[in-house]
C-alpha cells in the first residue's frame, strides 16, 4: 500500500472517531442537561400543597367571636328597639317579634354596610357585601334567641319592666352567641361569610 493509500485511510479513521466522540457529546449532553425551575419530583407542589393547607385550616375562634360580637350588637339593638316599639304601641306577642326580628336584620346589615361603605365600597356592592356576610350568622342568632324567649315560660307576656323579660332576652343573646361563634368560624374559614368583609378591609 502506498503512502496516499495509508493517509487516505488514516484520514477516514480520524473522522470516524471524531464522530463518535462528537454524537457521545452530544448524548450526554441532552441526558445530563436539566431545568432546576422545573421539578417534578415529589416536594414540586410542596409549596403550593401548605398553602392550601393553611388556607383550610380555617379562621381563628378569636376572629370567628369577633365578627358574631359584630353581629350581635346589631341584632340586639334592633331586636330590643322592636320590643319597644310594639310593646308601646300595645302590639300583639307575633306582631311585636315580627317586628324586632325585621329591625335585627336591618341594624345587623347596617352594621356590616357602614363598614364597607368607609373602606370606600360603592353602595350597591356593599348591600352585596353586607347580605353576604351577615345573613346567615343573623338568621341563626335569631332563631336561638327568640326560640329561648318563646320558650321561657311568662317571658312572651312580660313587660319592659319586668326581670324576666330582661334575663330571657340576655340569655337568648349568651346562648346565640355560644351557638353562632362556630357557625361563623366555620363559614370565614371557607371564604364565606365575615370574610368577605375582611376581603374589602
Keep these: 500500500m502506498d503512502d496516499s493509500t495509508r493517509h487516505t485511510g488514516n484520514a477516514h479513521h480520524h473522522d470516524h472517531d ?19 425551575g422545573h421539578r417534578t419530583g415529589p416536594g414540586a407542589g410542596g409549596d403550593q400543597a401548605g398553602h392550601r393547607t ?14 358574631t360580637l359584630h353581629c350581635l350588637t346589631g341584632c340586639a339593638i334592633g331586636e330590643i ?3 319597644v316599639i310594639g ?3 300595645m302590639w300583639g306577642n307575633v306582631s311585636t317579634m315580627i317586628l324586632a326580628i325585621s329591625l335585627a336584620f336591618v341594624f345587623g346589615y347596617s352594621f356590616t354596610l357602614f363598614a364597607v361603605r368607609r373602606a370606600g365600597l360603592g353602595l350597591k356592592a356593599a348591600v352585596k357585601v ?8 343573623i338568621a341563626v342568632m335569631e332563631l336561638v334567641d327568640n326560640g329561648i324567649i318563646a320558650l321561657v315560660p311568662g317571658a312572651m307576656d312580660a313587660e319592659l319592666s319586668d326581670g324576666l323579660f ?18 361563623n368560624k366555620w363559614m370565614i374559614g371557607r371564604g364565606k361569610g365575615h370574610a368577605v368583609v375582611h376581603a374589602h378591609h
Design 18 to 36: 471524531a464522530g463518535h466522540e462528537n454524537a457521545g457529546h452530544r448524548t450526554s449532553h441532552s441526558t445530563g442537561h436539566h431545568h432546576p
Design 54 to 67: 393553611s388556607h383550610s385550616a380555617g379562621a381563628s375562634w378569636a376572629t370567628a367571636a369577633k365578627a
Design 81 to 83: 328597639l322592636g320590643m
Design 87 to 89: 310593646t308601646a304601641l
Design 130 to 137: 353586607a347580605l353576604a356576610a351577615d345573613t346567615v350568622s
Design 166 to 183: 330582661w334575663s330571657a332576652l340576655l340569655g337568648g343573646f349568651a346562648v346565640a352567641f355560644l351557638i353562632t361563634t362556630p357557625v
